[in-house]
């Protein structure tokens, strides 16, 4: 949000020539950062703030010039960067240095802000908020994933604003309350099972409508007919255990593959079938017809022209073809960055990985000791320490 000029990155607000940054805030010309606030022309930073001109840094704080968390003369600095960037060989390499060196330092439990009670990643200014991802503004709410100044609800992802008492809903929001089981609902109230509603009050079962009332399956009824007639319906999924809970799998317009479900809880074809969750067997994608391969590409973006915008190219992960926008290779060439080699979803799905897992896990501060709750794993190779144990030692 707020951002311009900025490719490839998840979950930023008021970036400037950015890129795969995963949570970058208020940065400008930052290369791979994470959990990074205002930073100018920095490549390879994680856990940083306020730092200039750095290059594969963990945990600074108003630095400048320094490489590797090292002080360098300005002239040795800028000629080490010039000699990486640019260059795809160079820069993973620089990459795979940087994944190594940053396990030496600790890491904070979360990424919270300003949140009481709560738990889960990325949580801001929030309060009672449990087990929440990427939740800005909201008290009281559990279960919810990419939501901003939602109260009182649970299970939601997507959308909120200003709402409350919402319940098993994607985009659901806009001053709505009272939403059970909504798909696009906004500025609505006491709208139940419904699709893409604006505007409404007192409907069950509809979609596309706009400023209605009292409507079950787009059909208008009375005041008293509606109420007999919600309730018999509420009965009937009562009966059958359904009453509260989203709309059933089967009936999702897409495969789980082709959904963010699949990248934030990957399941395999037989496990999501299982779960009655369709498959996407034919993905809408192409093999095979590139006409530069991966190694065929300039390794420095400073040797590749226009001419490439005509290629096209095979990822070197999945083998998907893709091809270059005129704007990314602009940047590409404004930022010295080298043409990558990985399809859109590859370097996404890279990123996801970067964020971590949408799980909490109960685990010990690597220094106090004192039991956290963290989405890093007990078993992966992160130090991680308490909020109180972090701040003293990075602050």
């Known amino acids: 949000m707020q951002s311009r000029d900025t490719f490839d990155c998840y979950y930023g607000l008021g970036d400037e020539r950015s890129y795969e940054g995963v949570n970058v805030q208020k940065c400008n010309g930052v290369i791979f950062g994470q959990n990074t606030f205002e930073c100018l022309d920095c490549w ?13 840094c963990v945990n600074l704080r108003n630095k400048s010039h320094y ?26 390499e620089a990459l795979e240095q940087f994944k190594e060196f940053s396990l030496k330092f600790p890491r904070r439990q979360n990424n919270n802000l300003k949140s009481v009670n709560s738990s889960g990643e990325y949580v801001f200014e929030s309060k009672n908020a449990q087990k ?12 919810i994933f ?41 500025n609505s109230r006491e709208v139940e099972y419904s699709f893409a509603t604006r505007s409404c009050a007192y409907c069950f079962g509809c979609d596309g409508v706009k400023n209605a009332e009292y409507c079950i ?20 999924l009562k009966n059958k255990n359904l009453y509260g809970l989203f709309i ?42 590139e006409t530069l391969k991966p190694q065929e590409i300039s390794d420095n973006i400073k040797d590749a022209d226009n001419s490439i915008l005509k290629e096209i190219f095979a990822c070197e992960t999945c083998g998907r073809n893709y091809k270059l926008t005129q704007n990314e290779f602009d940047f590409y060439k404004k930022m010295v960055l080298p043409i990558p080699r990985k399809c859109f979803f590859c370097r996404h799905g890279d990123r996801v990985k970067r964020r971590g897992p ?10 106090c000791k004192k039991p956290i709750k963290t989405s890093y794993s007990p078993d992966g190779p992160e130090i991680v320490y308490c909020e109180q144990c972090y701040n003293a030692e990075v602050s």
Not at 71 to 85: Q, T
Not at 358 to 367: A, G, L, Q, S, V
Request: glycine content about 8%; some cysteine.
């Open 132 to 143: 929440c991802f990427e939740a800005t503004n909201c008290e009281d709410v559990k279960y």
């Open 146 to 186: 990419s939501q901003k100044y939602n109260k009182d609800s649970y299970d939601q992802i997507g959308h909120g604003r200003y709402s409350e008492l919402l319940l098993e809903g994607v985009g659901v929001g806009a001053n709505s309350s009272r939403i059970i089981a909504g798909w696009c609902v906004e």
């Open 358 to 367: 949408m799980e909490t896990y109960d685990r010990n501060c690597d220094k």
């Open 67 to 92: 490489w590797f968390n090292e002080p360098l003369p300005k002239e040795e600095w800028l000629k080490r960067a010039n000699e990486v960037c640019g260059s795809y060989k160079k820069m993973q």
């Open 44 to 56: 390879f930073l994680l856990g940083c703030s306020g730092c200039t001109n750095c290059f594969g």
């Open 248 to 289: 059933p799998p089967k009936l999702a317009f897409f495969g789980y593959n082709e959904t963010v479900g699949q990248d934030n809880l990957p399941l395999s074809k037989e496990q999501a079938l299982v779960m009655d969750f369709k498959w996407q067997d034919e993905l809408q994608l192409t093999r095979g017809k």
């Open 217 to 236: 399956l787009n059909k208008k009824y009375s005041e008293s007919e509606y109420k007999k007639l919600r309730e018999k319906i509420i009965s009937e």
